[in-house]
């Protein structure tokens, strides 16, 4: 709970603090009701039943993750599978196009793999990136310049959740995770890190994609895919086929029950900016749109 949600406030909503209790009170609603920094509102059918300080501004924090997977559940019910899309350019380079997925960890980059193999891919002169489904300016508000997991940038196209996981010891640098290799920006960013294990966020969208790409690029060269270092990132070009569409293994179900497990920051902004979906897949998602179709929904 150490990050709110981005959006959410200013929504006049109303929301309850949460309360640590040191054992198990006779009445805990009593103790609520006497607690000066907390704020409780029971309704039935319009009217109050119990009514403490409801009108005082609270920070709502992780409590609100509940409330993204509601409308989550109602916006798109628990079947839904996220996509991500990939093309083929005529000079070889693979691109490919976030929309937002939330839940492509290492082990979906191991079914892409095998699907684009599945395509007749062998060989490819490059990877590019297109994060743009996400506008250029959308910013979590309360999200620190931390390495915490918690403090992750959400992108439109991402890996493991913008995180790595590392660990320093007796042979260096190396993977935490046997389903995900080390890469060249997991190198550089645990220069400095002291021994032990540690999960950090990759700090920004830019660093994100191409973390994204050297990952995918690896898993396709493990797979026999003969791939050239190189990278782009930037918008889609255009007069490309679609070579394929990857939908997640992992339903909304999953991911909800991920996210609510482990109280995942990043799945909650990511859920929250696509639940702003409005105008197709040509339309970059803003946090003020989101802002709004949530209060609506509200």
Do not use: C
Not at 39 to 67: C, F, N, W, Y
Not at 79 to 92: I, P, Q, V, W
Not at 123 to 140: K, M
């Amino acid at each position: 709970m150490r990050r709110i949600i981005a959006g959410w406030l200013g929504l006049g909503m109303l929301v309850t603090g949460a309360v640590a209790l040191a054992g198990a009170p006779a009445d805990p609603l009593a103790q609520v009701l006497t607690l000066p920094a907390a704020s409780l509102l029971v309704m039935e059918k319009g009217r109050a039943l119990i009514a403490h300080q409801p009108d005082r501004p609270m920070i709502p924090a992780s409590t609100l993750k509940l409330l993204t997977a509601l409308a989550a559940i109602q916006r798109w019910g628990l079947e839904r599978r996220f996509h991500t899309d990939f093309f083929l350019s005529k000079e070889g380079w693979l691109w490919v196009k976030g929309y937002g997925d939330p839940y492509l960890i290492s082990e979906e980059l191991d079914r892409i793999v095998a699907a684009l193999k599945a395509q007749g891919v062998q060989r490819l002169s490059g990877i590019g990136t297109d994060d743009s489904y996400f506008a250029a300016d959308v910013e979590v508000a309360g999200r620190s310049s931390s390495d915490n997991p918690y403090d992750a940038p959400v992108a439109a196209l991402s890996a493991n959740f913008n995180t790595i996981n590392l660990v320093v010891g007796a042979r260096g640098i190396e993977s935490a995770e046997p389903q995900t290799p080390l890469t060249p920006v997991a190198r550089s960013l645990a220069q400095g890190m002291g021994k032990g294990k540690q999960r950090i966020n990759l700090g920004d969208r830019g660093l994100a994609a191409r973390y994204f790409a050297e990952l995918l690029g690896a898993k396709l060269a493990a797979a026999g895919v003969e791939v050239s270092p190189n990278w782009r990132e930037g918008t889609l070009p255009g007069g490309m086929k679609r070579l394929y569409r990857h939908e997640n293994g992992h339903d909304l179900r999953a991911v909800i029950a991920s996210m609510l497990e482990f109280s995942s920051n990043f799945t909650a902004n990511q859920l929250f900016l696509l639940l702003g979906e409005q105008g197709g897949e040509q339309t970059p998602l803003t946090m003020a749109a989101s802002r709004r179709a949530m209060g609506a929904w509200i």
